[in-house]
């Protein structure tokens, strides 16, 4: 009976620790989707417009977008301090100090991505015409919501 509980216990510490690395891979997925297709889960202004802009338009759109990804270098910032998140998370005694210390470095690299994210999506809007930014208010608009990230598991 101990050695069922004990083989129980280890298999439910397993099973956590390969849904929170399922997870962390989904999310860095998920995230570098986003940066190609102009924002987070791939949805963005610049895929309903992309057919109209005019080859100098899109010259200006290569050059903010190829601006914005210098220096990323590899997954997001916050990918492995997640991962050292989940990690003092199913330690035997975890420091409350780190997971602090963690969750505002995990926010602080999450601001300054969204930051990035603006400033491209600014510059990008400023090429376009007054008719094309319309158009992409309106397919933001209508577009799903998608599967989000708040609440649940994620």
Do not use: F, W, Y
């Amino acid at each position: 009976m101990r050695n069922m509980v004990k083989t129980g216990v280890v298999g439910a510490i397993a099973a956590l620790l390969v849904a929170s690395v399922a997870i962390a891979a989904d999310q860095d997925q998920g995230q570098r989707r986003g940066q190609r297709m102009g924002g987070p889960g791939g949805r963005g202004m610049l895929p309903a417009v992309m057919q109209d802009l005019s080859d100098e338009q899109r010259a200006q759109v290569r050059a903010i977008m190829q601006e914005g990804r210098q220096g990323e270098q590899g997954p997001p910032a916050d990918a492995k301090l997640r991962r050292e998140l989940e990690a003092e998370l199913l330690a035997d005694v975890p420091n409350e100090q780190k997971i602090d210390d963690l969750k505002q470095q995990i926010l602080a690299a999450q601001a300054e991505g969204l930051s990035r994210h603006i400033d491209v999506q600014k510059r990008i809007a400023q090429v376009l015409t007054a008719e094309q930014r319309a158009k992409a208010r309106a397919a933001l608009a209508e577009a799903p919501q998608g599967r989000g990230r708040r609440g649940g598991m994620r």
